[in-house]
Each structure stands twice: as C-alpha cells, then as structure tokens.
Antibody, heavy 125, light 107 residues
Framework: QVQLQGSGPGLVKPSGTLSLTCAVSGDSISSSDWWSWIRQSPGKGLEWIAE???????NYNASLKSRATISVDKSSNQFSLKLNSVTAADTAVYYC??????????????????WGQGTMVTVSS | EIVLTQSPGTLSLSPGERATLSCRAS???????LAWYQQKPGQAPRLLIY???RRATGIPDRFSGSGSETDFTLTVSRLEPEDFAVYYC?????????FGPGTTVDI
C-alpha cells in the first residue's frame, strides 16, 4: 500500500532554514495526485502549507509563501519542503500527505488520503 | 480565507451512543471538496469522509457525512471504543485549504 515517510532535522535554529523530505512508496510521484505538507502546532491547529504536482505546478498558503518552497524529485520518488527564516512560531509537527484527486458517479473530489507519520520540528537556539 | 468552525468543542458520550459533529464554513464550500479526518494522540490524521459524504477505504459504515454550502455534519451512529478521538473538517475548495479547530469526542 502507499506509504509516506517524512524525515529531517528535529531542531532548527531561529532564522535558519527548515528542510524536510518525504519519501513515497507504493505509488509513483508522477501519478495524477498532488503531494502536500501540513503542520500542526498547539497554538494553530492543523495548517496547510503547500502542495505540488509532478509537473511542477504548486500551490502555497499565502501566509507562508514568501518563506516556503516545495519541490519534487521524480528520480527519488520524493518531495521536499524548505521553510526559511524560521522562528519559534514554526515549531510544529510537520506532516507530508498525498492529495488524492478522484472522479466518480458523485463527481470530483480532493482529499488527503495518505499521511506520513509526522516529524516534530523545534525552532530553538 | 474560508474559516471553518466546529462545534461542539468537546462531546462527552458513551460507547453505543450517537455522535453528531458540526462544521460551519464562513463561505460556501463545494461539498465535493469537504473532508473529515480522525486523529488519535500521537498519530497522523486519518481520512474518514471525502466529497462531503463518501467514506474512505476501510471506514466502517457507522460513519457518515452530509451537508452543503456552509453547513456540514459528521455522524457516528453508534460509538465504538476506538472512535474516541479528535475530528477535523477540511475544505479543499479555495486556497488556502483550511482545517477546522477540531471536535474532541471523549467518554
């Protein structure tokens, strides 16, 4: 079955860059699906960060767009997130997830159907 | 930005009881792009309902979703012990794709 495995440093210094990678198994990153990053912090709940299609098309949360970069590596079947100029407010559990596009008799749909286990990232000196 | 408000914040029920969770949107949401997730402590969210009312793979039929435009409902017909968790609604209709703050279903 499809599995997502996120990885990256658990501690990042303030003003530094947070870098996370999500390895996809059981599905091709070049499929019709999109690939997403979501984070969860006690203060802000679940927050969608960005998503990418293998074609390179991206969507970003405007509140983070100037700091976030999402990319895809088709040769490694993985995708990544970089978030620069981090502060303590960026401390959160970061999840990667697959955004499944579906179309059936009821019409189109989009939902995050497979999630990685989550990577806790703390921003602290 | 579409703001999703969930109520109640906490629902205290017993196994076997019916749970009704509400998700209200600040603007109309195409129900095809409204989903519900379940999250247990230390775990990632799990997709329960997509397209407003379609059950995800492997989700038991005691879970059902309904609603349209700005009012959506997740119903658990008979709570099982494993259903006590936090439930989130999420819209993927208009960017930024937002989540509600969650409803905790506890005993």
């Amino acid at each position: 079955q499809v599995q997502l495995q996120g990885s990256g440093p658990g501690l990042v210094k303030p003003s530094g860059t947070l870098s996370l990678t999500c390895a996809v198994s059981g599905d091709s990153i070049s499929s019709s699906d999109w690939w997403s990053w979501i984070r969860q912090s006690p203060g802000k709940g679940l927050e969608w960060i960005a998503e990418i299609h293998h074609s390179g098309r991206t969507n970003y949360n405007a509140s983070l767009k100037s700091r976030a970069t999402i990319s895809v590596d088709k040769s490694s079947n993985q995708f990544s997130l970089k978030l620069n100029s981090v502060t303590a407010a960026d401390t959160a559990v970061y999840y990667c997830a697959r955004l499944k596009y579906s179309y059936d008799a009821n019409g189109p749909s989009r939902a995050l159907d497979v999630w990685g286990q989550g990577t806790m990232v703390t921003v602290s000196s | 930005e579409i703001v999703l408000t969930q109520s109640p914040g906490t629902l205290s029920l017993s196994p076997g009881e019916r749970a009704t969770l509400s998700c209200r949107a600040s603007q109309s949401v195409d129900s095809n792009f409204l989903a519900w997730y379940q999250q247990k402590p230390g775990q990632a969210p799990r997709l329960l309902i997509y397209g407003g009312s379609r059950r995800a793979t492997g989700i038991p039929d005691r879970f059902s979703g309904s609603g349209s435009e700005t009012d959506f409902t997740l119903t658990v017909s008979r709570l099982e012990p494993e259903d006590f968790a936090v439930y989130y609604c999420q819209q993927h209709n208009r960017s930024p794709f937002t989540f509600g703050p969650g409803t905790t279903v506890d005993i």
